[in-house]
Nanobody, 124 residues
Framework: QVQLVESGGGSVQAGGSLRLSCAASGGTFSNYALGWFRQAPGKEREFVAAISRSDLSTYYADSVKGRFTISRDNAKNSVYLQMNSLKPEDTAVYYC?????????????????WGQGTQVTVSS
C-alpha cells in the first residue's frame, strides 16, 4: 500500500506558475501509474494529467494541454505537476493518485490510492 503526500500549492495571480509535488512511500513506486486530479467547489473531481509506469507516456485534459506538464522521478519516489499560464478556472484542490500496475488513465476510479490534496488558488 502506498501513501501519497502533495505539496506546493498556494495562491498565484493569473499567468503565473506553480509546481506541485507528490511524495510516495510504502510501495514500489515504479509499479504505479500516477495521476493528478482536481476538484473545484461544487464540482466533480476531474482528471488533469497522468503518466505511465514504464514508457513515461503522458496524458492531459484538454483544458490544461500545453500549459501543464506531468513528470516523475522514480529515484525520489515523486511525481510533479508543473503548471504554467495559470487561469482563475484552474482554482481547485489538486490530488495526486496512484494506480497499481496501471498504464496511465483519465478514469478516476482506476486509481486506488489518493493524497489529501493541496489547494491552488489563481486570482485574476
Amino acid at each position: 500500500q502506498v501513501q501519497l503526500v502533495e505539496s506546493g500549492g498556494g495562491s498565484v495571480q493569473a499567468g503565473g506558475s506553480l509546481r506541485l509535488s507528490c511524495a510516495a512511500s510504502g510501495g514500489t513506486f515504479s509499479n504505479y501509474a500516477l495521476g493528478w486530479f482536481r476538484q473545484a467547489p461544487g464540482k466533480e473531481r476531474e482528471f488533469v494529467a497522468a503518466i505511465s509506469r514504464s514508457d513515461l507516456s503522458t496524458y492531459y485534459a484538454d483544458s490544461v494541454k500545453g500549459r501543464f506538464t506531468i513528470s516523475r522521478d522514480n529515484a525520489k519516489n515523486s511525481v510533479y505537476l508543473q503548471m504554467n499560464s495559470l487561469k482563475p478556472e484552474d482554482t481547485a484542490v489538486y490530488y495526486c493518485a496512484a494506480d497499481f500496475m496501471g498504464g496511465g488513465s483519465y478514469v478516476r476510479h482506476a486509481y486506488e490510492y489518493w493524497g489529501q490534496g493541496t489547494q491552488v488558488t489563481v486570482s485574476s
